[in-house]
């Protein structure tokens, strides 16, 4: 798979070094970071960021949470920070100004990277943005063609030194597992203390969960809506 690590021996593949996690859509093994897209334009759905982020979680992958369009409106990355900033790495960008692309450059070195986020929000910009940036520190001299690809086969691209990998967006969130694990991706809940060991936080008394305080209420709320699709589901 693309993102594989091996060992060869005399021009040969002898051995597939175990993958750290292997994803369907794209399908790259051993992926670091998902680059989260968000902007004001179009209205971010919070409950897709969830999601992704506990995807992340379960697969081993640093979450990074990219507000793009920072120039046209900072609010939405206010919102994001307060939210989700103390446990998440949340950076403001702006494809369009090139503000912030050099701290984000810096978050993805040496790391395979995938990007996610709705239609719009401008992963294409900032992939081309991160580029641009690497052509200036004189690493890379192709040019990248992006979304040229008509093989369904994923192909990293190597922006100096970060590994990108060429999809038109990360996109395979299903989550399916027992909703009592919900709880174990929220790292705003390993801070609580509750009443009962086992508690899932969803209104238990002596629950040590307080809306607003430990996790942010719009959070909390999309918590409870996800355990009670996992719930539902029922099918892992
Ligand atoms: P993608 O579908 O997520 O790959 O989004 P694109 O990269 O195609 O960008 C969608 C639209 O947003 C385009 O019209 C871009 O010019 C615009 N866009 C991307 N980044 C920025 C930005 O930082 N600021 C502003 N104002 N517009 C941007
Ligand atoms: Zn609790």
């Avoid at 070094?17 to 670091?32: E, F, G, H, S, T």
């Avoid at 046209?72 to 403001?92: C, H, M, P, Q």
């Avoid at 580029?131 to 063609?145: A, H, N, Q």
């Amino acid at each position: 798979m693309v993102g594989d690590r091996v060992d060869i021996d005399e021009g040969k593949i002898v051995n597939i070094l175990p993958r750290k996690n292997n994803l369907i859509r794209p399908k790259v093994a051993n992926v670091d970071k998902l680059i989260i897209v968000l902007a004001p334009i179009p209205e971010p759905d919070y409950l897709l960021l969830d999601k992704q982020l506990i995807f992340c979680l379960k697969e081993g992958i640093s979450p990074i949470i990219a507000v793009n369009k920072a120039d046209i409106d900072v609010d939405t990355t206010e919102y994001v920070r307060n939210a989700y900033g103390k446990y998440f790495l949340v950076l403001s960008v702006s494809a369009k100004t090139s503000y912030g692309i050099a701290e984000f450059y810096n978050k993805i070195i040496g790391s395979i990277v995938c990007f996610a986020g709705q239609s719009a929000v401008g992963k294409s910009s900032l992939i081309n943005a991160l580029f641009s940036l690497s052509l200036e520190t004189g690493e890379m001299s192709k040019k990248i063609e992006r979304g040229k690809n008509t093989t369904r086969e994923a192909r990293l691209f190597d922006i100096g030194g970060a590994y990108i990998a060429d999809t038109p967006g990360f996109s395979s969130f299903e989550i399916s597992f027992p909703e009592d694990e919900l709880k174990d991706v929220y790292p705003e809940f390993r801070d609580i203390t509750c009443e009962f060991l086992d508690c899932m936080h969803i209104g238990e008394k002596g629950c040590g969960v307080k809306t607003g305080s430990v996790i942010d209420d719009g959070r909390y709320q999309r918590y409870l809506k996800i355990f009670n699709e996992l719930k539902s589901q029922k099918k892992y």
